[in-house]
């Protein structure tokens, strides 16, 4: 039987609203309103009319990365040999300097997966092993900011910690304040914080920190050995992580576990040296930034290695099928949630909210073929820009 080959690779961008928006180094905030926003989708179709879809914000995909790198190195192959062609994009990678960066990467090996799921008709978590048809979620929360009833204060971290207690979860992980928004970052009202959200939930949920990323050594020491008497479950990226012997020198001296890197490029092969030298004590690694499923599910197993757990950075179907795969990864990251948005309602484009938390903080996997993304093809064709 002669396989199929993959024919078109297009991109089709379409108008949607938003309830989010990024400030200028790249924090999400709530939007009281919904605020029009443009949608793309990453299709790949093949010979027998199968295709694979992948949903994203934002104009990562121009038509010279399209043109150049991407289309000459899918047309014609055979759609399920994702590794070879994750390989040569790879090797692509070091001679585009930067112009075929990892989303790109991460965008196709998606669309790949969720072609493979629906040709295949399974759900790719359960193609990668299914290992579990559910997982817990941690309440991920924006940074701290400056708006009204939003995060301005230990006190209002108190107060929706215990909205998302009774919500479901049974983890919250807390992104405390970073410039431009709000104040100045400061050690003492992290902590302030973290001891307001442990005294208002209690001893039985599960919490994290995620402060500042640019901290000193001297200060990510102080909060991680304030937040162990607080009995956090871990820490991640309080100082800038291309430095690798600060969190080698923070994770030698402090109780609670660091979690990390999270920012760091070099997918797999920056994990394995971060492994290697004791820099964390739990891996992270995210389907996005990493370059996708297939490398992230490396680190999964490289983490396993080593008797570490790994953890997926960010939400998204893509983070959902490699939970499938990866018994060492305990939870899964939400969306970033504020007191201002409504987290159970999915965006006009789609279907439902494709990663819904259930009663008991619990994401329930999804039993349609490919990735699950709930993606409403009715709204995307009425409201395309246009598709190239
Ligand atoms: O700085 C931020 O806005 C957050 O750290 C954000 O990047 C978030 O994705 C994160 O770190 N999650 O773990
Ligand atoms: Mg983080």
């Known amino acids: 039987m002669s396989a199929a080959t993959i024919e078109t690779v297009s991109v089709t961008e379409f108008s949607t609203e938003t309830r989010r928006w990024k400030d200028s180094e790249g924090h999400d905030h709530a939007s009281e309103e919904p605020r029009p926003a443009t949608g793309s989708i990453l299709t ?26 991407i289309r000459p190195l899918l047309i014609g192959r055979d759609p399920l040999r994702r590794e070879a062609i994750w ?22 090996d998606q669309a790949l997966w969720d072609l493979a799921g629906r040709r295949l008709q399974q759900p790719v978590w359960k193609l990668l092993g299914g290992y ?7 309440a991920s929360t924006m940074c701290g900011d400056d708006v009204p009833g939003g995060l301005g204060s230990p006190e209002d971290y108190a107060a929706f910690a215990v909205q998302l207690v009774e919500r479901g979860y049974k983890a919250i992980k807390l992104h405390t304040w970073m410039p431009p928004i709000s104040f100045a970052p400061d050690p003492k009202l992290d ?16 919490l994290m920190l995620d402060c500042y990323h640019w901290y000193n050594r001297a200060d990510a020491l102080w909060i991680a050995d304030e937040i162990a008497k607080l009995d956090y479950a871990w820490m991640e990226e309080p ?29 797999f092969r920056s994990r394995a040296e971060w492994a290697a030298s004791g820099a964390v004590d739990i891996l992270r690694v995210g389907v996005l930034s990493a370059g996708g499923i ?30 499938g795969a990866a018994h060492n990864a305990r939870w899964y990251e939400t969306s970033l949630l504020h007191p201002h948005l409504d987290a159970d309602v999915p965006d006009p484009h789609l279907l439902r909210v494709p990663d819904a938390i259930d009663r008991d903080g619990v994401v329930v996997f999804p039993d349609e073929p490919g990735l699950g ?16």
């Not at 295709?51 to 038509?63: S, V």
């Not at 692509?92 to 300097?97: E, I, L, T, V």
């Not at 902590?191 to 599960?206: H, M």
């Open 191 to 206: 902590v302030a914080a973290c001891a307001a959200v442990r005294e208002a939930v209690g001893p039985d949920i599960t």
């Open 239 to 267: 100082m800038d992580e291309y430095s690798m012997a600060s969190y080698r020198w923070l994770t030698e001296q402090t109780r609670t576990l660091i979690a990390g890197p999270e920012s760091v490029e070099g997918k």
């Open 373 to 388: 993304q709930a993606i409403d093809f009715e709204y995307v064709a009425a409201n395309t820009i246009r598709t190239r």
């Open 132 to 138: 579990r048809d559910r997982v817990p979620a941690y």
């Open 87 to 108: 390989h040569d994009l790879y090797l692509a990678q070091r001679g585009a300097y930067g112009a075929l960066h990892d989303r790109a990467l991460s965008f196709v």
């Open 294 to 323: 297939t490398p992230a599910l490396k680190v999964c197993a490289l983490a396993e290695a080593f008797g570490m757990d790994c953890e997926l950075h960010g939400s998204g179907m893509g983070s959902i099928a490699a939970l």
């Open 44 to 69: 790949i179709t093949d010979s027998d009319g199968v295709a694979g879809h992948m949903l994203f914000g934002g104009d990562y995909l121009r038509d010279a990365v399209l043109e150049e790198f």
